[in-house]
């Protein structure tokens, strides 16, 4: 049995749902407030991790300029993300009292599927420099396998 395009996209595009899934009900388990610290934490390493490429691109061609702006803006990653760490730690204590537990629960929820939808895009956006493959997870992956599952739920409708 040979698998062909479609179902090889749609196998991806379940696996893209089925991750995002599994961080959605992990943003409800841990909360908003861990949710965000992990998003921006999540954040500041792909940002350090584009940073030291452009360093180190720069530092290939001879680009000193590039090689500069690439250290420059990595340590003003460094230092915002050391302020914002501080900031979350206090939202994360006063997010532990009973009405707020439930309130950070429901939008952790939301964070969550950030989150996985992030992680996913930035997979996609550095798999041509470690991979060398083009990969479409995020931006045609999942509309793709919702138009695909759409359109089967239709013909057993009709």
């Not at 550095?126 to 990969?135: A, C, I, K, N, Q």
Request: net charge positive.
């Amino acid at each position: 049995m040979s698998l062909n395009a479609d179902m090889i996209g749609l196998a991806a595009a379940l696996a893209e749902l089925l991750f995002i899934v599994l961080y959605t009900k992990r943003g409800w388990k841990v909360g908003f407030a861990k949710q965000l610290s992990s998003l921006i934490a999540l954040l500041a390493a792909s940002g350090s991790l584009l940073m030291i490429l452009k360093v180190y691109t720069g530092f290939r061609e001879g680009d000193v300029k590039g090689l500069a702006s690439g250290i420059a803006l990595f340590v003003v990653i460094a230092v915002v993300y050391s302020i914002l760490r501080l900031f979350l730690f206090s939202i994360r204590l006063a997010s532990k009292l009973p009405v707020i537990s439930l309130v950070d629960s429901a939008l952790g929820v939301a964070a969550g599927f950030a989150c996985g939808l992030l992680i996913l895009y930035i997979v996609e956006s550095l798999s041509p420099f470690f991979l060398g493959v083009e990969m479409e997870l995020v931006t045609k992956g999942v509309p793709a396998a919702a138009g695909l599952v759409g359109s089967l739920i239709q013909n057993h409708m009709s």
